[in-house]
Structures are given as C-alpha cells and as structure tokens.
C-alpha cells in the first residue's frame, strides 16, 4: 500500500475537516443555536481531523493497515453524510427564499467537500490487500 495515497488522503481530510470548523464562527450567520451550530459542524470536523491525524500518525506498515485505512475513509465520509444530511433543510429553505444562498452554501459546502474526501478515501482503499 502506497504511503503517499494515505498522507494525500490524509492531508485532504486535514483540510475538509478544518473547513468544517468554519462555518459557525466566520462568515455570513444564520438564525441557528449554537448547540445546533456544535452538532452540524464542530463535531464532525473534529471527527475528520482525528481520524485523519491518527492515519498519518499509524504509518503503513502495519498488519491490517489496509483495513483500518478503509475503515478511516468510511468514517470521514460518514462525517459527510452527517453534515450534508444537516444541511439539507437549509438548502430548501434557500431555495423558497427564506434564507440567503451566501449563507446556505458557506454553511453546506464544507460538509459536501467531506463527504467527497471520504468517498475518495473510502474507494482508494477498497479491496486493497
């Protein structure tokens, strides 16, 4: 198994999952609790970055190594899936008027771009010996 696949993957995740930071505490703001704001991006985000430090941290050499790396993809794209699942009602929401796109897609773009990561993960890493 390619060490740099895993540290590209890696790396990508580092960055979807510090995106997925963002969005309560920078940019356009939406009418939403902070607890609200917790559960859609800050724990996710901080799901995607550990899972994807513990990965650069793990090397490649260990036994089942593979599976792990496949189990890691699985679990940043199920990240994703959270945060694009969340954020679904706000992407209605935008489309009857109710809340501006700027707002709509500076929240619902980070998790989308998680969920693209992971799946790229998880399809690197499956079936791999």
């Known amino acids: 198994m390619p ?5 590209s993957v890696a790396a990508a995740s580092l960055i979807a999952g510090a ?3 963002v969005p309560p505490y920078r940019g356009p703001a939406l009418a939403t609790e902070a ?4 559960v ?6 901080m799901a995607v970055l550990a ?4 990965c650069l941290l793990a090397g490649t050499r260990r036994v089942g190594a593979t599976l792990a790396f496949l189990l890691a993809g699985l679990g940043v794209t199920l990240a ?6 969340t954020h679904w009602p706000l992407v209605l929401q935008a489309t009857r008027g109710e809340v501006p796109w700027g707002s ?10 998680v969920l693209c990561v992971g799946g790229f993960w998880s399809a690197r890493f499956w079936g791999d010996d």
């Open 3 to 7: 060490a740099a696949a895993v540290r």
């Open 19 to 21: 995106w997925a930071l």
């Open 35 to 38: 607890s609200v704001e917790f």
């Open 40 to 45: 859609d991006h800050v724990v996710p985000g």
């Open 51 to 54: 899972i994807a430090a513990a």
């Open 80 to 85: 994703g899936f959270w945060m694009t699942a």
């Open 104 to 113: 709509t897609v500076h929240h619902s773009l980070p998790g989308l771009a």
